[in-house]
C-alpha cells in the first residue's frame, strides 16, 4: 500500500518517473467533503476527491475505532478492522498497514491508530486541538 501512494507522498515523481503533476497532488489532497453523515459509514466523514482525509470522531460513543487521525495533507483510505494506506505530501511519506488479524472497527483501531501517532511523532509533529498532526 505504501508503495501504491507512494507518488502521492513525493510530489507527483514514483522512481524517477513523472505520475501526477504538483497541481493535480494538490487538487486531490483538498477537503471536498466535511461532516455530516456519511451515508455508506454512517458515521461524520471526511473526503477530498477519491481520498479519506483525517477523520476526528473520537467525540461519538464509540468514536475510538471512528476516528483516523493524519496530517492536514495526507490523503489515502482505512479499511474495515484498522487496514490503512495514504500518503502525507507535507512530509513526502506513504504509510501502508495491512494486518493478519481484523480488530475492532471500520477505521482505525488502537493498533493502526498508535503506528500512524508513532510515525507522525518520529516526523517532529504534535497532535493538535483540530484533530490533525501538525509540526511541533
Known sequence: MARLYAPLANKGIFNG???FSEDQIEIMATTVVA???DMTLLMPSRFSYGFMKSMDNRYRPSGH???CLLGLSAMGHAGAGGGLGFADPDLGISFGYAMNKMG???LLNER???LVNATYKSMGY????SGNWVKA
Open 112 to 114: 493502526s491508530q498508535n
Open 17 to 19: 518517473v513523472r505520475v
Open 126 to 129: 504534535r497532535f493538535s486541538n
Open 35 to 37: 461532516g455530516g453523515q
Open 104 to 106: 475492532p472497527g471500520i
Open 65 to 67: 475505532i471512528e476516528s
